[in-house]
């Protein structure tokens, strides 16, 4: 390259690295952990007030959606995003909590864990991680007819989570289960309970 001095056309290219691993060191994400539990303050997203809360009742039907790298690389509880694991954002649960989440298409049931704030879109109650949605055979669908359910896993299945491995499959629901949840959710749209996506 003529009489240019190779060392002074490195010395942009270490800054920048310089300046990349910097900016990695500094963020600090939160250790997976079930404790604390973080409840959260209300919060407003596209003029929608959202109040977390502990809800041992909670059980809905609605549809699912999933997200991956475009979330960001943080999830509302601190910890770093990895969309291969199994987990989830919901609006208002405490952060974490455990769900367990059926395919209304396929019967599949997987337990997964939340740890992050969403979906704000219409008609979702929640958004699946990647690995979630694969697991759950939705990865294709995008969006499919869901029930969500709060649930205790034992702590083999947490300490599975919490570590990006998947907890131990749950048994598929009845075909005649599947046809009355099915059936809920239609009558659910139909009353406007429901907003379809």
């Excluded at 691993?21 to 973080?38: G, I, N, W, Y």
């Excluded at 209300?42 to 039907?61: E, H, K, M, S, W």
């Excluded at 704030?117 to 699946?128: T, Y």
């Excluded at 649930?151 to 907890?167: H, I, N, Q, T, Y």
Aim: glycine fraction near 8%.
């Amino acid at each position: 390259m003529g009489g240019l001095d190779r060392s002074v056309m490195r010395l942009p290219l270490v800054a920048v690295l310089a300046l990349a691993l910097s900016a990695c060191a500094s963020q600090k994400f939160r250790p997976v952990s079930d404790t604390p539990v973080r409840i959260g303050k209300p919060y407003t997203v596209r003029g929608v007030t959202y109040t977390p809360a502990p809800d041992p009742n909670f059980d809905v039907l609605g549809y699912a959606s999933w997200y991956g790298s475009e979330s960001g690389n943080r999830v509302a509880l601190g910890e770093r995003f990895r969309p291969k694991w199994v987990t989830a954002a919901h609006p208002t649960l405490p952060l974490p909590s455990y769900v367990e989440v059926t395919s209304l298409e396929t019967g599949r049931t997987i337990v997964v864990r939340v740890n992050d704030r969403g979906p704000f879109a219409r008609g979702r109650v929640i958004d699946l991680s990647r690995g979630a949605a694969e697991q759950l055979g939705a990865k294709r669908a995008g969006i499919i007819p869901v029930r969500v359910r709060i649930v205790d896993p034992p702590e083999k299945d947490r300490k599975r989570l919490r570590r990006g491995k998947p907890a131990r499959e749950r048994e598929r629901v009845s075909d005649q289960a599947l046809a009355n949840l099915r059936a809920q959710l239609a009558a659910g749209v139909r009353q406007g309970l429901v907003q379809a996506p």
